[in-house]
Antibody
Framework: QVQLQESGPGLVKPSETLSLTCTVS????????WSWIRQPPGKGLEWIGY???????SYNPSLKSRVTISLDTSKNQLSLKLNSVTAADTAVYYC?????????????????????WGQGSLVTVSS | DIQMTQSPSSLSASVGDRVTITCRAS??????LNWYQQRPGQAPKLLIC???RLQSGVPSRFSGSESGTEFTLTITNLQPEDFATYFC?????????FGPGTKLEIK
């Protein structure tokens, strides 16, 4: 059973860099896409970006200038860095696996979904 | 970005009821629509992928359907553990976007 666990500081000062790590256990990082998603308290979900095990990335344009997602395959970990944070970045941050599934019928196609999630890490931006 | 809307934003129902939640995309997303359940203090849990495919281990009382850009999550025979918030999410194109959620409460 794949398990994800986020870790990192729960409090970050405005203008500083938010850094989180997600440790994957029960399975390998290889062969999958891995995402970060956040949820401000009492609000909806926002996709931050993903990284493929090869290292290629895709980021939400709304955050792209401030975000870096990276992998450490030797430790089975992914990381998130978000710089120049403000109070608007206060949220629960989740790491999740983005699975891609293929169906082979008349016309093969693939679709993806977030199938495993970490428990989430609340990060508060405050001085 | 593709905007996802959900209706209703909240609803009250009783154990044993049948409920329907609707999700609409601002443009065509084919069948690239997933549904998640989130209980308070927990991470979202995948229920349905590709509009109608039930995730392994999810009870068969959950089902999904689609009609154009409108997608529906139906829960029959509501159980106490089903009272939660439900989100739809499009995976047609990045940035992936989620609906605002529908909170299902006990009447």
């Amino acid at each position: 059973q794949v398990q994800l666990q986020e870790s990192g500081p729960g409090l970050v000062k405005p203008s500083e860099t938010l850094s989180l790590t997600c440790t994957v256990s029960g399975g390998s990082i290889s062969g999958y896409f891995w995402s970060w998603i956040r949820q401000p308290p009492g609000k909806g979900l926002e996709w931050i970006g993903y990284i493929y095990y090869s290292g290629s990335t895709s980021y939400n344009p709304s955050l792209k200038s401030r975000v870096t997602i990276s992998l450490d395959t030797s430790k089975n970990q992914l990381s998130l860095k978000l710089n120049s944070v403000t109070a608007a970045d206060t949220a629960v941050y989740y790491c999740a696996r983005l699975e891609r599934r293929w169906e082979y019928g008349d016309q093969p196609w693939s679709f993806n979904f977030f199938d495993y999630w970490g428990q989430g890490s609340l990060v508060t931006v405050s001085s | 970005d593709i905007q996802m809307t959900q209706s209703p934003s909240s609803l009250s129902a009783s154990v044993g009821d049948r409920v329907t939640i609707t999700c609409r995309a601002s443009q065509s997303i084919n069948s690239y629509l997933n549904w998640y359940q989130q209980r308070p203090g927990q991470a979202p849990k995948l229920l349905i992928c590709a509009a109608s495919r039930l995730q392994s281990g999810v009870p068969s009382r959950f089902s999904g359907s689609e009609s154009g850009t409108e997608f529906t999550l139906t829960i029959t025979n509501l159980q106490p553990e089903d009272f939660a918030t439900y989100f739809c999410q499009q995976s047609f194109v990045t940035p992936y976007t989620f609906g605002p959620g529908t909170k299902l409460e006990i009447k």
